[in-house]
Every structure is written in C-alpha cells, then in structure tokens.
C-alpha cells in the first residue's frame, strides 16, 4: 500500500488554503478547488459502463505527449472513455482540444476529494504523463483497485526528487507504480534510483515523438503569415521568454542592416497583454520595427513580427528556414526542440540545455547549436549569419535535426496499457 507521508498532506493543505495573490499558482489552486465537484457532475451525466482511462498531464506538453497514446486506446478499445486532468493553467487555456471526452484541472491532492471523483469516474487505469505524479491521488487509486502507470516518463538530472529528504520521502510512491514507459535508458535508470521497481519499467521512448510527427498543419491559419514569409529568410523563435527575447532582438538589430532579407518571428511562450506590451517595449528599445499579427492580416513590409495567440507555434513552423526554442536561459525550461526538428529546421538553443533529452541528442547528431553563457547576442548574430549566407549548410543542419526524431514509442506504450487493461478485469 502506498503511505502518504504526514508531512505532505499537511503541507498540502495548508498550500491550498492559504491566499496567493495572483499569478499562475493561484490560477491553479482556484481551478482545481471546485474541480471534484465538477468531475463529478460530469460523470453523473456521461460515466457509462464501459472502460475509461484517466490521463493527467500537469500541462500542455505532457497532454500533448499522451494524445497519440490515447488515440492508438481508442481505436483497441471499442467505446473506451477517456478523461484528462491537469493543473496548469496553460492547459485550460489551451485552444486546441485534447483526445479526450472532457478535460479540467485535477481535484486537490487530499483524500476524500480525489476519493470522491475516483469512486464516480470508476477509471479501468490511472495515466500520469511524464512525471507529474500526485501523491494522494496515486494511493487512493491504489487502494481502489486502480492500476498506476505512467507514460514518456522522464526525470531531470537536476530534479529536486533525487535529492534527499524528498528521494527517501517518495520512495514508497514510486515502489507502488503499476508500469513506467521511460522516455529513455538514463531516464529509466532514474525512476529506479527513485524506488520503482526494476521490472515495471520499460524503455519506450517518448511519445511526443508520435505525436509531432503524426500532426497534420492547419495552414489556414497562418496563411497571411506564409504569404509575409515568402521573399524572406525567416527565424521563428518559439516559446520565447523575456531573456530570449532580449537576445533575439539585439541580433536582428544588428543583422538585419547588411541582411534586409532576414524576418524574425516571436512566439512569446505566454502571449498575455502584459507579456505582449513588455515585448513591444523591448522592440523599441532595441531599434526593432514590430508588427503583432492576431491570426489575419498582418504587416507585410515588417520584418519582424509577432504572434500574439496561443496554440499556433507548430504551424508557424511550416514557414521557417530555421528555429530558435526558448527556456534555454534558465536550467530546466528549455521548451520542445522537437517541434521544429521535425520540419527539418536547424535549431538554436539558449546556454541552459542540459535537462532537455532531446536537445542534447540534437545537438550531438550537429541538428543544433547552443549559445554561449557569455555573450549570447553576438553568439546568435554569428549563427544567424552563417546560416544566412550558407543556405546548404542550413539545410544540412536541418536534415541532420529530423533525423532525430524517433517514432514508435506511442504504440509500445498503448500495447503495455492494454495488457494492464487485460490483467485488470478490464
């Protein structure tokens, strides 16, 4: 049986009483307090008897990283039901629908409110995705009869789980997994180290993967954007935060002089107003003309331009010559360099790149390069240069980055979740 520590439960409940102000985490908390409720209601309308297989990914990407899984379930399993919870924000504002019959934020990790939802949504199996694992929620599945398992497992190098005292604290959580599809051999190494057992895990691969290379485009909607592009060489830099930004925009200052050709596209990682109006600001100060583009016309005669909506950074790949994946100024949140690789860009990442898998494995295979600490602006100029004035070596780079791109893992993940399926009465 999985013992949830004392001390977690009180901390717990005391973060989920205690006022916060603003920001994300109070987004959140505010979400997920009435989520039970809901969950409920929703099941007392829709639960039928057939199988329903709960998914919870903390965000967009871990959604994303489960869908093609979901979607291979689907076509198994006559019927199945499928839920998906998360606690990001980002998630619920998210345009695009995930493959699941409902999506809303996860009840709050005490007992008697994941109980309640466990006992009306009745789930033939429980899909943690990545890692973001709940600790109530995981021993009241448990203890319900419900397998746990979780898929494209990864854990940083740097997680704060493999220290002490929390390794030791979780230890117990992570014994009582019922499976882990481990994104890779060090990340199945990992979980092990944390206290799973050795023959629940399984190296997959990452599902991810599947479900970039398996998206079809939807160009309408960046049509103006494609028709902006076409007489230019662009730079779409994705999931950008504001150090990314800053970098960006002091080399395109400087480059855009000698290559009048060069087009710069922002994809602010969070396109809020505030978020927007700082970037604007930033433009000026950088001697930068900016153009926003909602999604319809936009500018043509701006060489820089910036997307100011969600859930279009993978389309507007479509019109790159090469990529820039923001976070990598910061250890840790390094966004999907997945995404452009596989349009065959060459990707440039920010110093910070360490805890990404799969940039490292771009930039072993020559698919990327990484700024430097030092400097970074005049490292990106350099690079941005390069690639300009040598068309083949870029697209070299680019076919080097698709290379990387490995697929299947979301088919040996769907196979081992219907095993367990089996296995439990399903």
């Known amino acids: 049986m999985v013992m949830v520590p004392l001390a977690y439960r009180i901390a717990a409940r005391l973060a989920h009483r205690v006022p916060v102000p603003t920001g994300k985490l109070a987004e959140s908390i505010v979400g997920r307090k009435a989520a039970a409720t809901r969950w409920c209601e929703w099941a007392s309308r ?18 994303l990283t489960a869908e093609p899984v979901v979607r291979r379930l689907r076509v198994a399993i006559r019927q199945l039901q499928v839920v998906h919870t998360y606690s990001s924000p980002s998630a619920a504002a998210w345009p695009a629908r995930f493959a699941a019959d ?28 990545r890692g973001d694992l709940w600790p109530d929620l995981v021993a009241q599945a448990r203890i319900a009869g419900t397998p746990v398992t979780v898929v494209g497992a990864t854990v940083r190098p740097s997680s704060k789980r493999l220290r002490w005292p929390a390794r030791s604290i979780l230890r117990s ?37 599947d479900q970039i290379a398996e998206r079809i485009p939807q160009l309408k909607r960046v049509k103006a954007l494609g028709d902006w592009s076409r007489h230019r060489v662009v730079l779409v830099a994705g999931s950008v935060h504001r150090r990314d930004c800053r970098v960006l925009l002091t080399a395109f200052a400087r480059l855009w002089r000698s290559h009048p050709s060069a087009g710069l596209v922002l994809v602010p990682h969070e396109p809020t107003e505030r978020n927007l109006a700082t970037l604007v600001a930033q433009a000026e100060r950088c001697g930068v003309e900016i153009s926003l583009w909602r999604g319809k016309a936009l500018q043509q005669d701006a060489s820089c331009i910036i997307a100011a909506q969600l859930g279009v950074l993978a ?38 790149h360490e805890s990404s898998a799969d940039a490292q494995r771009l930039l072993q295979q020559g698919g990327a390069v990484a700024l430097p600490q030092t400097a970074p602006a005049e490292g990106l100029t350099a690079q941005w240069q390069e690639w300009l004035e040598s068309p083949t070596r870029r697209i070299e780079t680019g076919l080097r980055a698709r290379r990387t791109i490995q697929q299947g893992a979301a088919s040996l993940t769907a196979q081992a979740l219907i095993e367990i399926m089996s296995g439990s009465g399903t």
């Open 173 to 209: 959580l992570h014994r009582n997994l019922n499976w882990i599809g481990a994104a890779s051999q060090a990340d199945a190494d990992r979980w092990i180290s944390l206290g799973a057992s050795r023959d629940t895990v399984m190296v997959t691969g990452d599902p991810r993967h």
């Open 315 to 352: 389309d507007v790949y479509t019109h790159a010559d090469m990529a820039y994946v923001g976070g990598g100024f910061k250890s840790g949140q390094l966004h999907a360099t997945i995404e452009p690789a596989c349009y065959a860009l060459p990707v440039i990442v920010g110093p910070e």
């Open 46 to 63: 829709e639960r039928t008897n057939r199988p329903l297989v709960w998914v919870h990914g903390a965000s967009v990407g871990e959604g």
């Open 102 to 129: 409902r999506a809303d934020f996860v009840p709050l990790d005490e007992s008697h409110q994941v109980n309640r939802v466990l006992r009306a949504l009745r789930p033939s199996l429980l899909v943690f995705s």
